[in-house]
């Protein structure tokens, strides 16, 4: 549950977070106004002192048999210094003199002077106008009569339509209002503090703290009570594939087999730092693994997971614990190359070639990857600026002054070409990655910038091989399908299999957004003149020149129709796919449509 109501939880919060913000912010500003000066209390005179009822009035039952009324409601008062008499006749409400019971009306003129009479301010009394209800009297349903003052703090009185006085309102008032609106979140009427928005924002409140109270509490251990040194010590063994112990580690109570190992030199392959989120830190449990978390369901397959496969940064180290490793514990370890040539294929692909200190050997099989440790650096486009590619990269995506790594950081990059073939050299491909489309204010990314640095004789740091994406053992007939830096593994396959003898079909289908954007294409012309049983084909998203019908179109709808067209038995294919996130999804997705089976299935997602 955790992963998603952690989700939950930050977006929640943002939208909360800010009206807590407005919360916090508003009752402050209230707080701190005066409530004698929101009231406009300095300006109010005081209520006049009562007089004696004079004794010369009419009893109010003769007025009322004067006036042949009954009223429902009749009270008396002073209309400045007038005894009346106010009855209220349904919803009307009319005024006597109490002495001689004449009718009373409050016109312009005397509301002024009642106004006047209700004022002790410095401000010079302007017309009396009987306007309706505004968010100033919102208190109070009908017309009233309102007078302004020419003073500092542009005193408005309001009177009934009877006469008596309604509010005193003042600039600080009115500012005071503002804030109280933004506390109650009623933007229009500003008196409804039960409005639905108030409402849900105090459950969404309610549900931030119980969230945030739960997580809290999640994201302690009992070990996290007990000081660092006083925690007991639990020892687990590293197994290789084949289930030979490699090493026996131990762990403090509470932390993850990720850092215990890495604490210990062995550092599992990571695009994202332990938070759960790039799968590459998957291992085996040997035994009873410990039940899936949500974070293992999201990024293993139903199948691994049933076969004890966990993601080290989220699997807790108890005593015994026997993990399997893929590539055996040296492959954990630190190794050196040199960067022997750097070649800029596209505007933003580079095939880099390590010459490693130890020579590259059958572990590293097509498909796999290795992972380099990007070192702390600064970076500025000059500094890319090597080759005429280069140069349209950094006018292209409009790079900031400088960038770079803080602290160091690994990043995963496929094998483009099989060792063999390369002398023992491990040669890649790496795509320049730039601000996310929209979001220009981001810098480059770490690992790709540092890639695009390396200069040859320059020496990277890498672990590795690793990897389970690999051409599967048999003559069934092979499809790839490709796109961006996803080259780079499809190629060391294809290379192999076709250097190897390989009798099967094979096809590929390689999508790039421009022809200029493809690398390798001339290699693959030749290998599918030079290869009866391999076809190449070159789609191209934008541009028409992608190959007969294959311009202006998406890699996986281009391979859609040519496996059709080709009328090929899918049931007897084994499909390799390799490319960005959303073209991996639409080209499993127009697999499955097709009755490809998950199963024939493989391919790597470089999350990019
Ligand atoms: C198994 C595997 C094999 C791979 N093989 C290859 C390969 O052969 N070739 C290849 O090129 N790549 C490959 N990759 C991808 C590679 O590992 C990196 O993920 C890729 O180079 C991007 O890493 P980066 O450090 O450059 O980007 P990161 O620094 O991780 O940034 C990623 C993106 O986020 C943006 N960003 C930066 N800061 C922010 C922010 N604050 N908010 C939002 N966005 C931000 C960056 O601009 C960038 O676009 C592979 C990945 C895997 C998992
Ligand atoms: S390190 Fe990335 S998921 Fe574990």
Request: charged share 20%; hydrophobic share 40%; with cysteine.
């Amino acid at each position: 549950m955790t992963p998603w109501l952690k989700k939950i939880h930050r977006w929640l919060g943002l939208l909360i977070g800010l009206q807590l913000v407005v919360w916090m912010l508003s009752g402050l500003m209230m707080s701190l106004f005066d409530s004698g000066e929101v009231k406009g209390k300095a300006f109010r005179a005081p209520a006049p002192a009562r007089v004696a009822w004079p004794t010369d009035t009419l009893p109010v039952g003769q007025l009322l048999q004067q006036l042949n009324l009954s009223a429902g409601d009749v009270s008396s008062g002073w209309l400045l210094d007038e005894p009346i008499y106010k009855l209220s006749i349904g919803k009307e409400k009319r005024l006597y003199s109490a002495r001689d019971g004449r009718a009373l009306v409050v016109d312009a003129a005397l509301a002024q002077r009642i106004a006047i009479g209700s004022y002790r301010g410095p401000g010079q009394a302007g017309q009396a106008e009987l306007v309706p209800r505004s968010l100033e009297t919102r208190a109070y349903e009908g017309k009233v009569w309102r007078v302004p003052f020419s003073d500092a703090e542009d005193t408005t009185v309001y009177l009934r339509e009877d006469g008596s006085v309604l509010e005193h309102r003042n600039a600080t008032w009115r500012l005071f209002d503002i804030f109280w609106m933004l506390h109650i979140m009623d933007y229009v009427g500003r008196a409804d503090f039960n409005n639905a928005l108030v409402v849900t924002a105090a459950i969404g409140g309610l549900w931030l703290a119980l969230s945030g109270t739960w997580l809290l509490f999640t994201s302690f251990s009992l070990a996290d009570f007990v000081p660092a040194g006083m925690r007991g010590k639990r020892s687990f063994k590293i197994l290789g594939a084949d289930g030979s112990q490699l090493r026996t580690l131990k762990a403090g109570s509470g932390e993850t087999a990720f850092v215990a190992m890495a604490r210990q030199g062995l550092q599992l392959p990571s695009n994202c730092g332990g938070g759960q989120s790039c799968s590459l830190c998957e291992v085996r449990v040997r035994g009873v693994a410990p039940p899936a978390t949500a974070s293992d369901r999201a990024m293993l397959s139903p199948a691994k997971i049933r076969d004890g496969h966990r993601l080290a940064c989220n699997l807790p180290v108890t005593e015994g614990l026997e993990l399997e490793i893929p590539g055996g514990a040296e492959a954990l370890s630190q190794q050196r190359a040199k960067v022997e040539r750097v070649t800029a294929l596209t505007p933003s692909l580079r095939e880099i070639v390590l010459k490693p200190e130890e020579r590259a050997g059958a572990a590293y099989r097509p498909g796999s990857y290795i992972q380099v440790q990007v070192p702390a650096y600064r970076a500025t486009p000059q500094m890319l600026d090597t080759t005429d590619a280069s140069a349209a990269v950094s006018k292209a995506y409009r790079l900031p002054e400088s960038w770079g790594n803080e602290s160091p950081v690994r990043r995963a990059y496929s094998l483009s070409s099989p060792v063999e073939l390369t002398d023992g050299r491990i040669s890649l491909l790496v795509r320049f990655m730039p601000a996310p489309v929209g979001a220009a204010h981001h810098p480059p990314g770490k690992g790709s910038s540092y890639m695009h640095l390396l200069k040859p004789g320059d020496t990277v740091h890498y672990s590795g091989p690793f990897g389970d994406f690999a051409v599967q053992a048999g003559d069934r007939e092979k499809v790839f399908i490709g796109g961006g830096a996803g080259m780079a593994p499809l190629r060391a396959m294809l290379q192999s299999l076709l250097a190897g003898g390989a009798k099967e079909r094979l096809h590929f289908w390689y999508g790039a957004r421009t022809v200029a954007e493809a690398p390798y294409v001339g290699e693959m012309e030749a290998l599918a003149a030079r290869h009866a049983n391999f076809q190449w084909k070159l789609v191209s998203s934008e541009e028409g020149q992608g190959g007969a019908g294959n311009a202006g179109k998406l890699v996986h709808l281009a391979a859609r129709e040519e496996l059709l067209a080709l009328g090929l038995d899918l049931g007897a294919c084994d499909f390799y796919l390799c490319g960005p996130p959303a073209m991996l999804t639409a080209t499993r997705k127009m697999l499955r449509e097709l009755g490809v089976k998950d199963g024939q299935v493989a391919f790597d997602d470089f999350k990019i």
